[in-house]
């Protein structure tokens, strides 16, 4: 079964400083991997992915994450923080096409200024 | 990007009616569609997969009997809430396959807030 983990429940950056938030995956085959961004009472946005080719990914906002395969690792990182990346951030596999996305359980992202 | 259209955005009932939601995908055709289920500050748990044309399939622990799911066309996709009480209150997100190729995106509605009172 696939599964997803988010060790840190809240991420707490100062304005300008790099951040990171952690995942980690189990999948049985080649995952698929994604993080979106969730704002109070609002839909997921989508961040970036990763499927093949280049272990770092770049995607929306400034924001890129590196796929480790050998630590199952998929963080989100950016080299510097906004306020307004304040938000709820999910890590989500897929093991194969065609399946629903397994969310991890969310990481709460505190820039401040 | 494609775009996923979930109605209502919020509903309020009282306990015992039903409640339907709808999820539509507007500019592509997606013959699987996925429903979730977040309760505050928690992640998104898959309720169900949605096959147009076929019955639902359900995760386990969720009641199919409560959660009707309805995907008679390839745009469109449905929950009702059966018999709705305050324990169903939570933020239902609809999420729609796109295959063009390769894995396929998933794109996701805006989400509907049910609160059952």
């Known amino acids: 079964a696939q599964s997803v983990a988010q060790p840190e429940d809240q991420v707490n950056v100062a304005e300008g400083n790099p951040l990171t938030v952690k995942c980690t995956y189990s999948v049985s085959g080649n995952p698929y991997l994604f993080w979106y961004v969730q704002y109070p009472n609002r839909g997921l946005q989508f961040l970036l992915k990763y499927i093949t080719g280049d272990n770092l990914v770049k995607g929306s906002y400034g924001f890129e994450a590196e796929f480790n395969k050998s630590q199952t690792s998929f963080h989100l990182k950016k080299p510097s923080a906004l306020v307004s990346d304040s938000a709820l951030y999910f890590c989500a596999v897929r093991d194969q096409a065609g399946t629903a996305l397994i969310f991890g359980k969310g990481t709460t992202l505190s820039v401040s200024s | 990007g494609a775009v996923v259209s979930q109605h209502p955005s919020r509903v309020i009932c009282k306990s015992g009616t039903s409640v339907k939601i709808e999820c539509r995908s507007l500019?592509?055709?997606?013959?699987?569609m996925f429903w979730y289920r977040q309760f505050p500050k928690q992640s998104l748990m898959l309720m169900a997969t949605?096959?147009?044309?076929?019955?639902?399939?359900?995760e386990q622990g969720v009641e199919k009997d409560k959660f009707l799911i309805n995907h008679a066309s390839l745009t469109l996709s449905t929950l009702t809430v059966t018999s709705a009480h305050p324990e169903d209150s939570s933020f239902y997100i609809c999420?729609?396959?796109?295959?063009?190729?390769?894995?396929?995106?998933?794109?996701f509605g805006e989400g509907s807030r049910l609160t059952v009172l």
């Open positions: 949605s096959n147009e044309g076929s019955k639902a399939t359900y």
């Open positions: 999420s729609a396959l796109r295959l063009a190729g390769g894995p396929g995106e998933l794109f």
């Open positions: 500019d592509f055709q997606a013959t699987t």
